[in-house]
């Protein structure tokens, strides 16, 4: 199965992009999902349904036409198929916190949620190979980013503190009922966490792999939005993601003339060329700005003909993986593609045998290969838009943390 996740910054048109690649996707003969991940639907919208055939589906899949299937996942119906004692039991904490019945219920509905569905479903048409290939139109920036991280985290939590947390609360939950009110965890909680857990193993190494899935950024040629494509760019990096093409939407044609459209025409240029010169060698798409709004089949399908141009939306267009690893002069050498970053920004250290990189506000656990496990880290970095560090001796034990910035 191939996986493809269109996003970018807030109304950019990803939504638009990936509804039309879906529909040239069906037109080839491929069975297609367009699924939406980002909690404020307009994927149905964009298709321009009729929106009581969505409601009746509760959030599951829907055809509408021949090899085309849409998804807008309703996150309300999976709590009450899956999650409902995880649910309960948040609600029931808030409440006795002070917060009224149904305030507590809507906040118990806690941000990522909506992500963790979208991620069941896709791993669950992957293990039954129902789709050749499944669109992702993602939420802006930054919740793509929480999108593709929380398998890293959920793994992290329950290799690391769920045992150990559910043996505490085991243990502590007489003592706690006795002289507070405030409710524990029962063991239904905990094995809810555990199903989730098992319903998401495998969804990391897809994701990971560029031969399967890869990250198509949608920008406009403007400083604010190719500021955050650049930031994206990085961040999908910093999690193994591939990005295979950068598109550039909402470019003005050439055949628009006047004074008032000049000043924009010569502003849009000079961002289409940092554009090409900044992700080179990324494939550059570019797509005009229409005379009105790109909505219903008949739109969406001339855009996905102007986007792809004959082209297979399904073929990998970019294949740099974002890690490396090699042996240089008897030592062991991690090279991490992160354009865009100065060295400044970048803090690296090694903790519980994991490497841990931190970019600004963004921080990932890197799991590193065997050969690396136990290996010191002794410098590190940045040069011509990779972070490179080296591992040099082996030591006792894997818990010390050092930190290191990396030189320039």
């Keep these: 199965m191939r996986i493809i996740l269109y996003t970018g910054k807030g109304g950019v048109g990803k939504t638009s992009i990936a509804a039309a690649t879906g529909l040239e996707l069906a037109r080839l003969g491929y069975q297609t999902l367009v699924m939406s991940v980002d909690p404020a639907h307009s994927l149905s919208d964009s298709f321009d349904l009729d929106r009581m055939l969505m409601d009746r589906e509760e959030g599951r899949a829907v055809k509408i036409r021949a090899n085309l ?134 969804i990391e190494r897809l994701l990971g792999d560029p031969r399967v899935t890869t990250v198509r950024l949608v920008t406009n040629p403007e400083k604010v939005v190719l500021k955050e494509t650049q930031r994206a760019f990085t961040y999908f990096a910093l999690y193994g993601m591939t990005v295979d093409a950068v598109i550039v939407n909402r470019l003005l044609p050439g055949w628009v003339e006047g004074d008032f459209f000049a000043r924009w025409k ?65 030592k062991y050498e991690l090279r991490m593609r992160l354009p865009f970053v100065a060295s400044e920004e970048v803090t690296v250290h090694k903790r519980f045998g994991d490497l841990v990189v931190r970019i600004g506000n963004l921080k990932r656990h890197l799991s590193l290969p065997h050969v690396l496990s136990g290996a010191e880290p002794e410098g590190a970095r940045v040069k011509d838009g990779s972070l490179i560090l080296t591992f040099g001796g082996r030591h006792g034990s894997t818990t010390r943390s050092a930190t290191t910035k990396p030189s320039r």
């Design 69 to 202: 299937w849409m998804q807008e996942v309703d996150v309300q119906e999976e709590i009450a198929r899956y999650w409902e004692d995880v649910f309960a039991y948040i609600t029931t904490l808030l409440n006795a916190s002070g917060l009224e019945e149904v305030v507590a219920e809507e906040l118990a509905i806690f941000p990522g949620m909506e992500e963790i569905c979208s991620l069941l479903y896709v791993n669950q048409y992957a293990r039954e190979h129902r789709y050749d290939v499944v669109l992702l139109d993602c939420a802006p920036t930054g919740e793509s980013l929480r999108f593709i991280s929380i398998p890293t985290a959920l793994d992290w939590y329950m290799n690391k503190i769920f045992k150990l947390e559910r043996r505490v609360v085991k243990l502590v939950r007489p003592m706690v009922s006795a002289v507070s009110a405030m409710p524990l965890p029962d063991d239904a909680y905990f094995r809810n966490l555990e199903d989730l857990h098992r319903r998401m193993l495998g």
């Design 266 to 330: 010569d502003t849009q240029q000079r961002y289409l060329a940092e554009i090409e010169e900044y992700f080179a060698p990324v494939p550059i798409w570019r797509l005009p700005l229409y005379p009105d709004e790109v909505l219903g089949v008949k739109d969406l399908e001339r855009l996905g003909r102007d986007l792809y141009r004959g082209k297979d939306p399904a073929d990998v267009y970019f294949h740099e993986r974002p890690f490396r690893v090699r042996r240089v002069d008897g």
